[in-house]
């Protein structure tokens, strides 16, 4: 057993996401048949992920504030903290913050067979979608 040294936090990229997001990778693969990849994610207000899927499914468990999880069909789902929400392997989606407030949340993820793959990154999230009731 072994404490793991923090890894540092990190910007994630203005080609998949909208506004500020934070990342801290609190797990990942340490042995080879290890998959599961769990990050601590910040939003700042308005920011949101790009519509994306997850080729093993993704689940997603918010600790603070309130997220937006947007779906194709137009809803947009209201997840509170201590609510944990999964996502389906290949279903498109997004996650974000409020207007009003930061959110964070953790993100359980499986690596695909190629890591490079896990995440397939499609359009960023028009305001249009964004504001939808
Ligand atoms: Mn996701």
Not at 24 to 34: L, W
Not at 45 to 51: L, Y
Not at 59 to 73: F, P, S, W, Y
Request: proline share 8%; charged share 20%.
């Amino acid at each position: 057993m072994q404490i793991l040294p923090k890894s540092p936090t990190v910007k994630n990229p203005p080609e998949q996401f909208t506004g500020d997001v934070w990342l801290d990778v609190i797990a990942s693969p340490k042995e080879a048949d290890q998959q599961a990849v769990v990050g601590r994610v910040r939003f700042a207000p308005c920011a949101r992920t790009a519509w994306h899927s997850h080729e093993r499914g993704q689940t997603l468990h918010v600790t603070e504030g309130v997220a937006l999880l947007g779906q194709r069909d137009g809803t947009v789902l209201e997840v509170h903290p201590g609510q944990t929400v999964y996502t389906a392997p290949g279903e498109e989606h997004w996650h974000g913050a409020t207007p009003e407030d930061f959110m964070e949340h953790l993100a359980v993820t499986e690596n695909g067979d190629d890591p490079a793959l896990t995440t397939t990154w499609l359009e960023h999230v028009t305001d249009a979608d964004y504001h939808r009731p």
